[in-house]
T-cell receptor
Framework: QVQLQESGPGLVKPSETLSLTCTVS????????WTWIRQPPGKRLEWIGN???????NYNPSLKSRVTISVDTSKNQFSLKLDSVLAADTAVYYC??????????WGQGTLVAVAS | EIVLTQSPGTLSLSPGESATLSCRAS???????LAWYQRKPGQAPRILIT???NRAAGIPDRLSGSGSGTDFTLTISRLGPEDSAVYYC?????????FGGGTKVEIK
């Protein structure tokens, strides 16, 4: 069974870059889309974007200017970078595998707080 | 972007009853690309339904999805304690993908 695990700092300072990595185990990263989703406290889930294993990306227009998603097939990992973070970027961040565009397997999520 | 509205916000039912969860879209969902998820505290969200009505692997047939266009429904029959969770709908027919606000199902 495919398992995903998010990792990265739990606290980021305002204006800095949030960086998270998702490690995929129990399956290959090839031939799938890999997705980042977040949920700020008290708000609904928000799709951040996805990357195909070959490297093509799709981003939410609301975040596109600040987001970079990349993939490292040799490590079975993919990553999220969010630049110039604000308090509003405080959220639980999830990584997920996409069967096509629909996320099927998800990680448990990691809380990232933006605070000085 | 497509806005999904889920109702009710909370559903409190007794074991053995049925739950009907609604997800309405602000515009038609392309090819009925609508998925449902279950999320329990501390756990990864679990996919239940794709394509509005196709159960994911391992999902029991007492869970069913229906609907098309802008109106979709998730029905859970013969509720048990294991169904206590928050349920979300997701449209993946157009970018950006968008989620509903969730329905919390409580088992009395």
């Amino acid at each position: 069974q495919v398992q995903l695990q998010e990792s990265g700092p739990g606290l980021v300072k305002p204006s800095e870059t949030l960086s998270l990595t998702c490690t995929v185990s129990g399956g290959s990263i090839s031939n799938y889309y890999w997705t980042w989703i977040r949920q700020p406290p008290g708000k609904r889930l928000e799709w951040i974007g996805n990357i195909y294993y070959s490297g093509s990306t799709n981003y939410n227009p609301s975040l596109k200017s600040r987001v970079t998603i990349s993939v490292d097939t040799s490590k079975n990992q993919f990553s999220l970078k969010l630049d110039s973070v604000l308090a509003a970027d405080t959220a639980v961040y999830y990584c997920a595998r996409g069967a096509g565009w629909v996320p099927d397997y998800w990680g448990q999520g990691t809380l990232v707080a933006v605070a000085s | 972007e497509i806005v999904l509205t889920q109702s009710p916000g909370t559903l409190s039912l007794s074991p053995g009853e049925s739950a009907t969860l609604s997800c309405r879209a602000s515009q038609s969902v392309r090819d009925n690309y609508l998925a449902w998820y279950q999320r329990k505290p501390g756990q990864a969200p679990r996919i239940l339904i794709t394509g509005a009505s196709n159960r994911a692997a391992g999902i029991p047939d007492r869970l069913s999805g229906s609907g098309s266009g802008t109106d979709f429904t998730l029905t859970i029959s013969r509720l048990g304690p294991e169904d206590s969770a928050v349920y979300y709908c997701l449209q993946y027919g157009s970018s950006p993908l968008t989620f509903g606000g969730g329905t919390k199902v409580e088992i009395k």
